[in-house]
């Protein structure tokens, strides 16, 4: 049912955790499923220096909540907000089609954080 990647990025997730002063927070949550999602993003330069999250879901959550962060950090913030549903997919090796609404999640959690962080700057600007 799900790749190889999709269990190594569930069994062993890579970024797990909180950003205590995070420069910017997104949270998303599926009533249908349960699953919910928080991304917190430290930026520096332009670039997400650090990328952590929580996840309360299924396999595939966790999953692409691991890859999400894996993709995102290190990258400047347009290009993080260029990770789609189907990139996030295609590089976990494929969903089942009844969880493709998990890499939705985890695209648009961090797409809520990185204008968490904008707003935050336009705000500290005027």
Do not use: W
């Not at 599926?30 to 220096?49: H, Q, R, S």
């Not at 996030?88 to 959690?109: D, I």
Request: aromatic share 6%.
């Amino acid at each position: 049912m799900y790749s190889e990647i999709v269990m190594d990025h569930f069994a062993n997730p890579r970024n797990a955790g909180v950003i205590e002063d995070a420069d910017g927070v997104g949270e998303v949550g599926n009533p249908m499923c349960g699953d919910m999602m928080t991304f917190y993003i430290k930026v520096k330069d332009d670039l997400l220096e650090d990328v952590k999250f929580q996840t309360f879901g299924c396999v595939a959550a966790i999953a692409v909540s691991s890859m999400v962060s894996e993709m995102a950090k290190g990258k400047r913030l347009v290009e993080a907000q260029q990770i789609t549903n189907k990139s996030v997919a295609e590089t976990l090796g494929g969903l089942p089609k009844n969880k493709m609404h998990c890499s939705n999640l985890g695209a648009e959690a961090l797409a809520l954080a990185i204008k968490n962080y904008r707003e935050k700057q336009k705000k500290n600007a005027a």
